[in-house]
Antibody, heavy 118, light 110 residues
Framework: QVQLQESGPGLVKPSETLSLTCTVS????????WSWIRQPPGKGLEWIGY???????NYNPSLKSRVTMSIDTYNKHFFLTLHSVTAADTAVYYC????????????WGQGTLVTVSS | QSALTQPASVSGSPGQSVTISCTGA?????????VSWYQQHQGNAPKLMIY???NRPSGVSNRFSGSKSGNTASLTISGLQAEDEADYYC??????????FGGGTKLTVL
């Protein structure tokens, strides 16, 4: 079991770039997929993508053109970058961990609200 | 990829059982054992309730059970309690190695 904590700006202007950090504690960064998931206010969950400790990543096809994920295993962080944001990107953003041997999201951060507005 | 299909809402009285369905395709739910279910209370992060179709994590009540038939997975909650009132989401691994969620189901305990 790991603990996850999201951090980053709560307000981003339209057309700019959203950048979030997830800090991992209480476990190793190997043997997990590290995911970002978001939830617009009053709506359902949307998987954004995952990254592995090798740096390989896989993204939701609907967001793939605007998303980049990276990882710093030494300092136990992983990162989300979302380019050219619009109001539709306003959401609570969660980071989550999935064991490589299975595919479920075992542990979640508390989430951070990002609002896209001028 | 398309979201998995869940009913928008279900309800039941205390002590009763309810079942929430999650319908996908052979490229996700029907093709793999990697279906999971999450409970989300208002204002909180989701919590894993079922993984690999029917396995319960340590600490989750045995009133929660999961199953799958073809392209449809199901979550059954027996002996409904007031604390079960929440939103429930299914998720599946896909043939593209991505993940997909259902639209969510609001459970009301009458």
């Amino acid at each position: 079991q790991v603990q996850l904590q999201e951090s980053g700006p709560g307000l981003v202007k339209p057309s700019e770039t959203l950048s979030l950090t997830c800090t991992v504690s209480g476990g190793s960064m190997t043997s997990y997929y590290w995911s970002w998931i978001r939830q617009p206010p009053g709506k359902g969950l949307e998987w954004i993508g995952y990254i592995y400790n090798s740096g390989s990543a896989n993204y939701n096809p609907s967001l793939k053109s605007r998303v980049t994920m990276s990882i710093d295993t030494y300092n136990k962080h992983f990162f989300l970058t979302l380019h050219s944001v619009t109001a539709a990107d306003t959401a609570v953003y969660y980071c989550a961990s999935s064991p490589i041997s299975t595919r479920q999201f075992d542990d979640w951060g508390q989430g951070t609200l990002v609002t896209v507005s001028s | 990829q398309s979201a998995l299909t869940q009913p928008a809402s279900v309800s039941g009285s205390p002590g009763q059982s309810v079942t929430i369905s999650c319908t996908g395709a052979s490229s996700d739910v029907g093709g793999y054992k990697y279906v999971s279910w999450y409970q989300q209370h208002q204002g909180n992060a989701p919590k894993l309730m079922i993984y690999d179709v029917s396995n319960r994590p340590s600490g989750v009540s045995n009133r929660f059970s999961g199953s799958k038939s073809g392209n449809t997975a199901s979550l059954t909650i027996s002996g409904l309690q007031a604390e079960d009132e929440a939103d429930y989401y299914c998720s599946s691994y896909t043939s593209s190695s991505t993940r997909v969620f259902g639209g969510g189901t609001k459970l009301t305990v009458l």
